[in-house]
């Protein structure tokens, strides 16, 4: 059952933010997530009728080069050093995310829904399931089978038999007060000797996989961002204005 007083609302604003550095875009994340949660806190002192409907956003970009160490990670599980970072210029983050080691850089689509979740529903399971069906969607679009293993968030390939399976995209979230940030990151044409680099997502016996090694061909990003913007939209019933 909601606990929400104020206007719930499905408006949601979406904003390609392009290449950009995790950083900055960890930033612009941090600060739509405090103005929520501020907004929440101050509709707490207000009568109903002054009450004001939270936010939502929606964002889509393309890092360069970084590894992110969720609060739950080993560091042992990046298997450079300062030097072998510098050398091949990747940084590298510990965040405040849920999950291990991940990596993100170009021809990845990564997303970051900012929801106010008590405008959808408070269910932190059900909020990363949508997430990975609005991956898993689009893949089917490309022709990709794709799903969930149990115990194991993400989309993967080769998810029933398991004989080979592979992970195609890596999905940590925060949440706090019911507002999310952080997202997925969905590999399109990700060079993946990068996650030689690393133990993805501290697994050791799965592999990783891109869009376009698993179709044998490039992939257009602009139509994956589309698709997976669609299906977001649809499976949240997101309002964007």
Known sequence: MQKTLYPQSKVTHFHDLGPIRYHTAWEHQEQLFQQI?????????LPPQLQLPTDNYLLF?????VYTLGKSGKVAHLLLDRQGLADR???????????????????????????????????????LRLLEEAVI???????LVAGRIDKLTGVWLDFEQQI????????????????????????????????????????TDKAVTSMAAELGRP???????????????????LVIP
């Open 37 to 45: 949660v501020q907004q929440k806190l101050a509709n707490r002192d």
């Open 61 to 65: 970009c393309e890092h360069f080069p």
């Open 89 to 127: 210029q990747i940084d590298y983050f510990p965040i405040n995310r849920g999950g291990d080691i991940t990596f993100h850089g170009p021809g990845q689509v990564v997303g970051y829904p900012i929801f106010d979740l008590e405008n959808f529903f408070t269910d932190i399971h059900r909020y």
């Open 137 to 143: 969607r689009t893949l089917a679009e490309h022709g």
């Open 164 to 203: 080979h399976p592979r992970k195609i995209c890596a999905i940590g979230v925060k949440t706090s007060r019911w507002v999310s940030m952080h997202g997925f990151a969905l590999n399109v044409s990700t060079d993946l000797t990068y996650f030689s680099h690393i133990v993805p997502c501290g697994i």
């Open 219 to 237: 992939v257009d990003q602009a139509v994956v961002k589309a698709q997976l913007f669609h299906h977001l939209t649809d499976l949240f019933g």
